[in-house]
């Protein structure tokens, strides 16, 4: 069953595109964090691209799924659910030690989810939708649907490979629970870099899907977008091309090229080179 981000676009192509624009669009500054955390580099992209491939996948959840049929979509507080299967992914990926940087990493990641919707809706109005039992549980079964999914759109990936191993141990992702343990574990950890790497991550995160959404997935056509904030942050971005269609064109050769940085940064055999 494919799945879906929107009407039309495909959940595990708007979760590729979103996550090879970030890499092409903010490579300085994840390279950067990596620093900062004194961390190797390809662990704090991982941790970045981990957060883009499942921004949307608690739009996975049939009661969302079942909007898209209906014309129209609704998807309520869905990053509560991406955020709560992140930080279970992240702790499997990412944290090979226990040092205070990698799960400064782990729980930055899944904040940026948490949080990359934070223009529409914030934390405390998500907390009393799930009160009212507006916000579905994730399923093993949907979780699996996932990994298909991605690895459909990304083969022989990683997240795809853990997500497997969720499903396989009944893993079930509850909104309460999620958003609970999300937050806890952001108290745990006193360090200010969490609150620097977080926000970083955040709008790195948001900006990514934003062009994703406008640009790449075929919602709207590119003039439309290029005259509103699109275009504004691609002029910020110091885009030097001439006429708005050609920063459209630029930024989808952009998630090509990164496309070939996902496969090598997420493929099975490069996990193994690294242990």
Not at 187 to 196: E, F, G, K
Not at 230 to 257: I, M, N, S
Request: charged share 25%.
């Amino acid at each position: 069953m494919t799945l879906y981000a929107w009407t039309g676009v495909r959940l595990g192509l708007h979760s590729v595109n979103v996550a090879a624009l970030l890499l092409g669009l903010f490579g300085d500054e994840l390279h950067v964090t990596a620093k900062r955390l004194q961390l190797p580099e390809h662990t704090v992209l991982e941790a970045a691209v981990l957060a883009a491939l499942l921004h949307d996948a608690g739009k996975a959840a049939k009661k969302f799924q079942k909007t898209i049929l209906s014309g129209s979509p609704s998807f309520v507080c869905h990053e509560v659910l991406s955020a709560g299967l992140v930080h279970h992914v992240a702790k499997r990926l990412l944290a090979r030690e226990t040092r205070e940087q990698e799960k400064i990493l782990v729980i930055a990641a899944s904040i940026a989810v948490l949080r990359h919707h934070h223009g529409l809706r914030n934390i405390a109005w998500c907390s009393e939708a799930i009160s009212k039992g507006l916000v579905p549980a994730l399923t093993p079964e949907e979780i699996q649907m996932i990994a298909k999914e991605l690895e459909a759109c990304l083969p022989s990936n990683r997240v795809s490979a853990t997500l497997c191993q969720l499903a396989e141990k009944h893993t079930e992702i509850r909104p309460l629970t999620a958003l609970r343990t999300v937050k806890q574990a952001a108290r745990a950890i006193s360090s200010p870099l969490l609150t620097i790497t977080s926000s970083q991550l955040t709008g790195a995160l948001s900006l990514a899907d934003y062009l994703a959404a406008s640009l790449l997935d075929g919602r709207r056509g590119d003039q439309e977008h290029l005259r509103s904030y699109a275009g504004q942050a691609l002029r910020e971005l110091e885009w030097k091309l001439e006429g708005d269609r050609d920063a459209a064109e630029a930024l989808r050769e952009l998630a090509t090229r990164e496309k070939e940085t996902l496969r090598v940064l997420l493929g099975l055999q490069h996990r193994e080179q690294l242990l």
